[in-house]
Structures are given as structure tokens and as C-alpha cells.
């Protein structure tokens, strides 16, 4: 039987996805203001690292998140609680943020391995370098990781603009992500 | 149709008499309202104290011990790729140099700290939230707290702020305002929210 809400763990590894994507850009909109990097101005370095960690790890809760989704399926969603066209807002809604997401991630990764800046996982792993350092191929991906970003956020906005919807109804549809 | 009352008759924040279509107590309005806001507010600023908290460690580790920035290097193909002028990179460092330059000594240390603490309860705030939406008995105390402590942290860096040199002022405190004002309306709002759902239950 379907639960009538999402499993626990859809709904922390959801919280904890939306708190890093949100840090993502706010951190990201601070650090690109730090100085360029040289031998002596190395303010970039922490920021950087940690961005494209926090990225990489990003898609591994996404995986997470969908594999709970699919192996533990809530309840619909309530008939009352929205028209049809809003229904179907809100699943392409939720399409577009998972594809959204792989897309920002896939794109600031291989954007760096454009670059000499190399990813060592959590200080720990050193990644290897997929691709030789190519200005070019940097600025392609660079371009998209920006872009795919903005594009990200309005749809979050659309997404938060939904619950908020629901909420002031009080319609039972945001409970089945805050149990 | 009128609409079904969803904050009368209360066992704590939920109704004891109306269930939400996808079954389980409603509820009640009030709280359904300030939970989500608070959810949603919560997700923004534990990013935003995180990232405050990044900002002090990032200065910290960076600044020069003698306090003189070393220069700007600026080559062409990176001022291309960031869409920077030659000017706006060598103000990025004097501004990182200002930065550092009006912070007191004990203000890094400070802010860090507060930052930290900031970013705990901005996520327990998250957690108030979510169980004030799905009507927990303990939720409008715990809400109550959680708000009324972030409008202490926000109330603790508007006075760093303002006891920190003008630069750090005119970035920090009209923010830091800001938020202590939503979060005194938050507060406000969880205890008025409770005493209404204690009337309704005594009623």
C-alpha cells in the first residue's frame, strides 16, 4: 500500500538537497567576486573546492532520492487539491529540477576539468583529469553551468511557489513532504 | 459551500474534528501558513549563515599577516571567461583588502561563531516548520524558540555590525535588520498562533 506521504528518508535527503542547492548559489554568487588566483591571492581556493564537492555530491543524493522515490511511492496527491493543468505543472515541474540539477552538475564538473584547477573529492580523493586543459571546452561548459543554473533556480521558484500555494490551502499536499 | 473552519476546535495545532484529504489531522491554519514560510525561509538562510560562515573562515585563512594586499594579476583569457575588466579585477582585491581592513580583530572570530550558530538553528527552524505544517503538539513551542533564537543571532550581528568599521556596516546591517524583523514577525506569530489554538481548545 502506498504510504501517504513520503518515506522519511525521500524527505531529509529532499531538505538536505534544497539547503545545498540554495548554498550553492549564494556561496557561488559570493566567491566569483573573490580576486583571480595567483601564487599569493588564493581566496578562491576553499570556495571552489567545496562548490564543486558539495556539486558532485549533489548528484549522488539525487540518485538516492530518486531510488527511495521509485521504490517507496506515496499516495497521489489529494483530487481536490489542484486542477488538472496544475498537476501537470507540477510533474514537469519536478522533471525539469531532476534534469536541471544532473545538468548544472555534469556541466561545472567537466568545465573544470577544462581547466588546470583539479577536484580533489572532500580533500580526500583526488579525481582524476578527464581532459587535457582546453579554453575553449572550459568556456562551453562554463556557459551552460551558468545558464542551466539560472534556469534551475526559476524552476525552484516555480517548485516553492506550489508548496507555498498548497500550504496557505492547507490542502494536505505539503504534509506528505514535512512528516 | 462555505469553507471548512481548519483552526477551530484544536487538539494543540491540529483540529480534532477535520482530517486533510490525504487522510491525518489537519493543521491548523495559522500553523500550516507559518510553517511552510518558516520551511522555506529556513532552507534560504541556513544557506545564507553557512555561507557567512565560509566568507570569515575564506578571509581569515587568505589575509596577508602584514595587511597589505599583494597586487591584482588579471591575465586577458581569464578576464575574458569571467567578463571582467581590467579594473574590476584589480578592485575585486582592494575590495577583499577592505574588507579585511575594517574588521576588527575580534570580529572575524565573532561572526564565525554566530554564523555556526546561525546555520544550526536556521536548520532546527526548518524542522519547527515542518512539524508545525503537519500539526505536532510540541511544534508551536519548538517554532516559538527556534524564531525567537534567530532574532537573537540576527539582533547579535546587527550589533557587530554596527560596532565593526563602515565598510562592514553598510554590507551587514540593513540584512541584518531585515531579517530580525521577519523573524520578531515569526515569533510573534508562533506564540500568538499558540495561545488562539489554546483558546479554541478551551472553548
Known amino acids: ?179 | 459551500m462555505t469553507p471548512r473552519r481548519t483552526d477551530g476546535p484544536a487538539r494543540n495545532v491540529a483540529s480534532q474534528s477535520s482530517t486533510d484529504p490525504a487522510g491525518g489531522a489537519r493543521s491548523a491554519a495559522w500553523a500550516s501558513w507559518l510553517g511552510a514560510v518558516a520551511v522555506i525561509l529556513g532552507v534560504f538562510l541556513t544557506a545564507v549563515h553557512a555561507n557567512e560562515l565560509l566568507k570569515q573562515v575564506v578571509l581569515v585563512r587568505n589575509a596577508p599577516p602584514d595587511g597589505r594586499m599583494p597586487a591584482a594579476v588579471c591575465p586577458e583569457e581569464e578576464l575574458e571567461e569571467e567578463g571582467l575588466t581590467a579594473a574590476e579585477c584589480e578592485h575585486m582585491v582592494t575590495n577583499v583588502g577592505g574588507l579585511i581592513l575594517s574588521a576588527p580583530a575580534w570580529f572575524a572570530g565573532f561572526m564565525a561563531a554566530l554564523s555556526l550558530a546561525g546555520t544550526i538553528v536556521a536548520f532546527l527552524s526548518i524542522v519547527a516548520g515542518a512539524a508545525l505544517v503537519g500539526g505536532r503538539a510540541w511544534a508551536p513551542v519548538a517554532a516559538a524558540a527556534t524564531f525567537g533564537a534567530l532574532a537573537a543571532v540576527d539582533a547579535a550581528g546587527f550589533v557587530a555590525a554596527v560596532n565593526a568599521g563602515p565598510i562592514l556596516r553598510q554590507l551587514y546591517l540593513a540584512e541584518r535588520l531585515l531579517w530580525l524583523l521577519i523573524h520578531l514577525m515569526m515569533t510573534l506569530g508562533a506564540i500568538a498562533g499558540m495561545r488562539f489554538s489554546r483558546a479554541a481548545r478551551a472553548a
Open chain 1, 1 to 179: 500500500m502506498a504510504r501517504q506521504g513520503y518515506s522519511p528518508t525521500a524527505v531529509v535527503i529532499h531538505w538536505l538537497i534544497a539547503v545545498c542547492i540554495f548554498f550553492l548559489f549564494v556561496s557561488s554568487w559570493w566567491m566569483m567576486g573573490l580576486p583571480l588566483p595567483s601564487d599569493e591571492l588564493t581566496f578562491r581556493e576553499l570556495p571552489f573546492q567545496l562548490h564543486k564537492n558539495l556539486g558532485i555530491t549533489l548528484l549522488a543524493a539525487l540518485a538516492l532520492l530518486l531510488y527511495v522515490r521509485l521504490r517507496h511511492r506515496p499516495a497521489p496527491a489529494p483530487d481536490r487539491a489542484a486542477r488538472p493543468w496544475m498537476h501537470r505543472l507540477a510533474a514537469a515541474d519536478h522533471v525539469l529540477i531532476y534534469v536541471l540539477i544532473v545538468a548544472v552538475c555534469v556541466s561545472g564538473y567537466l568545465s573544470s576539468s577544462y581547466t588546470r584547477w583539479g577536484t580533489t573529492l572532500w580533500w580526500l580523493v583526488e579525481l582524476p583529469d578527464w581532459a587535457d586543459e582546453d579554453e575553449a571546452m572550459n568556456m562551453l561548459f562554463s556557459d551552460i553551468h551558468l545558464w542551466t543554473a539560472w534556469a534551475l533556480l526559476a524552476v525552484v521558484a516555480v517548485h516553492v511557489g506550489g508548496a507555498l500555494y498548497h500550504a496557505f490551502r492547507n490542502d494536505g499536499v505539503v504534509r506528505r513532504m514535512l512528516r
